[in-house]
């Protein structure tokens, strides 16, 4: 009957599979899943619309009814069986297994890495310092001297009397040598850059910058940060090349070639740090307005999205480090020039003197502060994914001094001490030499208006300053030397050769480190790059 099918139905419906044994069947029961949570006491449960105890013997004893058929000891079992089961989730016996015994040095690592890293970007960032301060004092005067003897060598060829034919191929004169011609070139893009920065308002860009919307805003920073890389890595090149043109090259026609080139990239770069520059002048100017310094925030942590998922080796990490040094100087150099130009301009206002470089101080101190803890976590996070020691940051540091032995310890004429370790960090100095001197001259300008000086008053004062520059480049050459003679062994030893590569890089030498990959056997070494 159709009553009859449906009850048939329905057992075939609750049978369990033939294609288990009776003994799986028992083994992946409820009863027998809960007996092993148990440990397999005296007495198991298990569970078929109610729970039923069994036997120590795996015999059933069927639940004792009444005599009208009920069931009278199944909520007692059930209940003893539930609270039970909760007593041993809650109260039960834990165990380690499973667990890695190198966690805690793996959260050590972690925490270490922080200061090491600190404790590199203060090493580099004295480097950029030297390097900089060389390049507003010292430069100068070797373009001045290069001057004077190019002035004296032409005086004395025009009045010795001899007939030359004119030809385009290069002569070299009796004291002034190619490297002063360099030196001389260097000086004079500094000068064109300075010239075409004046040309731009500050006033003008200030405005134009604070009057765009958030997102426009947001698009204009990215790409300033997207090119200021791009142009960081091709301008040590480009100068490069410059100078083994003025070393070697035969022609006058190649040589002013590769002027014209540098004298490009210098031009370009330093108009977009001055468009950076004047961003961040917005920001720690706007108390009322904190939309850039989201802005800017939102930088700092989008970099971190960017760089933590990658897989990155010692020499990789190196290059990341070595840009965060130049990031963060620069960083440093701008909050200075900002506050020197905020003070010039309020200079004779005791009240909005003081207003006025609180809320200066207090915006830079937000910038740098995100700065700085961005770069913790990221390196931070990148050591902990690709399994890398923070000892690889006292490496770095060791790598650097090296370069800054090595560069005092060649001299000659060939290239400035400060060559190697520009190369090594990828720090493009004439662009921020050529921006700094612009806002200085702005600050100046705004300080004799302000305290109503005349221009022997702010002769005198410049005269000062530049005494005190001088001063700061001695007193940061001798800390960078004793800096790097005190990482000892590690800053003397030899440069351990390099795997084999089509051009030398300017990477970190990275065999031996945790995570750094392994020169294949049989590999012949490749010659070591310049400076190192």
């Not at 059933?60 to 989730?89: I, M, N, Q, V, Y």
């Not at 204009?220 to 940060?225: A, H, L, R, T």
């Not at 090149?237 to 002013?256: N, P």
């Not at 850039?292 to 080796?313: D, P, Q, T």
Request: aromatic fraction near 10%; charged fraction near 20%.
């Amino acid at each position: 009957s159709p009553r009859s099918g449906g009850r048939r139905l329905s057992r075939e419906r609750c049978q369990p599979s033939r294609s288990l044994s009776p003994g799986d069947r028992r083994s992946r029961s409820p009863r027998a899943l809960v007996a092993a949570a148990y440990g397999g006491k005296s007495k198991e449960l298990e569970f078929d619309g109610a729970f039923r105890v069994s036997s120590p013997t795996g015999g059933r004893s069927s639940p004792a009814r009444s005599p009208s058929g009920a069931r009278r000891d199944a909520p007692a079992g059930a209940w003893h069986g539930l609270l039970a089961f909760a007593k041993t989730e809650a109260f039960g016996e834990r165990h380690s297994a499973g667990l890695d015994d190198s966690v805690p040095e793996a959260i050590d690592n972690f925490l270490a890495v922080p200061a090491k890293f600190e404790r590199f970007v203060a090493f580099g960032v004295l480097a950029c310092l030297d390097t900089f301060l060389y390049t507003v004092t010292f430069l100068p005067l070797r373009a001045g001297i290069a001057a004077g003897w190019l002035a004296l060598e032409a005086w004395r060829r025009a009045t010795s009397q001899r007939a030359e034919r004119p030809s385009y191929a290069i002569t070299a004169f009796d004291g002034f040598s190619r490297a002063r011609a360099y030196d001389l070139a260097r000086f004079l893009t500094i000068l064109l850059v300075n010239y075409v920065l004046k040309q731009v308002p500050l006033s003008r860009a200030y405005h134009w910058i604070r009057g765009q919307n958030t997102i426009k805003l947001y698009v204009i920073v990215g790409i300033m940060e997207v090119f200021d890389r791009l142009l960081c890595a091709f301008s040590q090149d480009a100068l490069d090349s410059f100078y083994l043109t003025t070393r070697h090259a035969t022609e006058w026609r190649r040589v002013l070639l590769f002027f014209g080139l540098v004298n490009v990239v210098v031009v370009s770069h330093s108009l977009l740090l001055y468009t950076h520059l004047t961003t961040l002048n917005v920001v720690v100017n706007a108390s009322e307005d904190s939309a850039l310094v989201a802005l800017l925030v939102s930088n700092n942590f989008s970099e971190i999205k960017s760089a933590v998922f990658k897989k990155y080796n010692a020499t990789n990490l190196f290059d990341i480090a070595c840009s965060d040094v130049c990031e963060r100087f620069k960083l440093l150099l701008f909050l200075c020039l900002l506050t020197l130009l905020s003070w010039s301009q309020v200079a004779g206002d005791a009240e909005e003197r003081s207003s006025g470089l609180r809320v200066v101080a207090a915006q830079s101190a937000v910038v740098f502060g995100f700065e700085v803890v961005a770069d913790w976590l990221k390196h931070a996070f990148v050591a902990k994914f690709n399994r890398l020691d923070a000892s690889v940051f006292d490496a770095y540091a060791a790598r650097l001094a090296r370069d800054v032995v090595t560069g005092r310890s060649q001299g000659g004429l060939a290239l400035d001490h400060t060559h190697a370790v520009t190369r090594r960090l990828g720090f493009a100095v004439l662009p921020l030499a050529c921006v700094s001197l612009r806002y200085l001259s702005l600050a100046s300008n705004w300080l004799r208006l302000s305290l109503d000086l005349g221009t022997a008053e702010l002769a005198v004062i410049l005269g000062g300053f530049g005494v005190l520059l001088f001063q700061l480049k001695l007193l940061s050459s001798i800390c960078l030397a004793g800096l790097a003679c005190g990482y000892g062994d590690a800053a003397a030893q030899p440069a351990a050769p390099r795997p084999n590569r089509a051009r030398p890089s300017n990477s970190f030498d990275a065999e031996g480190l945790p995570g750094s990959p392994k020169p294949r056997p049989g590999t012949p070494p490749a010659a070591p790059p310049r400076g190192a």
